[in-house]
């Protein structure tokens, strides 16, 4: 995923977000636009996330989740998609603890083989009052 994460990075269309403590970056999330194609929905893809291993199990990935999320609310972006490997469990704990539902199934969708698992978030949108005077 090196040459994926490094083109990702210098991307003008995705957007990183990172976890520090006071030793420095522990953790990111990526994201990227995606057009789904029934109507105009517009949806966020969450094309990478990580916490170093000495950091995980504190609630960082749930941060970091929760931060792409507001963001894409912000945006107004409708649903987030993500990918994760099906025998991944800790990812998959994390993401439906997130809110994020099975959608699929993909065969042989890494590049070593692994299947991996399409999951989807629908995002509210708090509708605002108007008021005229």
């Known amino acids: 995923y090196s040459p994926i994460i490094s083109q990702w990075f210098t991307s003008l269309r995705c957007r990183t977000l990172m976890a520090y403590?006071?030793?420095g970056p522990v953790g990111f999330v990526m994201t990227g636009p995606?057009?789904?194609?029934?109507?105009?929905l517009v949806a966020s893809e969450v094309l990478a996330?990580?916490?170093?291993?000495?950091?995980?199990?504190?609630?960082i990935g749930s941060m970091l989740l929760q931060a792409i999320e507001e963001q894409a609310q912000k945006m107004h972006v409708e649903q987030l998609v993500l990918h994760t490997a099906s025998n991944n469990k800790a990812a998959?704990?994390?993401?439906?603890?997130?809110?994020?539902?099975?959608?699929?199934?993909?065969?042989?969708f890494y590049p070593k083989g692994q299947d991996?698992?399409?999951?989807?978030?629908?995002?509210?949108?708090?509708?605002?009052?108007?008021?005229?005077?």
């Open 21 to 23: 403590t006071e030793k």
């Open 34 to 40: 995606l057009l789904i194609d029934k109507g105009s």
């Open 49 to 59: 996330i990580a916490v170093d291993p000495e950091y995980q199990a504190n609630g």
């Open 92 to 108: 998959l704990r994390l993401f439906e603890a997130h809110g994020f539902r099975l959608k699929r199934s993909i065969s042989r």
């Open 116 to 133: 991996a698992l399409e999951m989807m978030k629908t995002l509210s949108h708090k509708k605002r009052l108007s008021t005229t005077g």
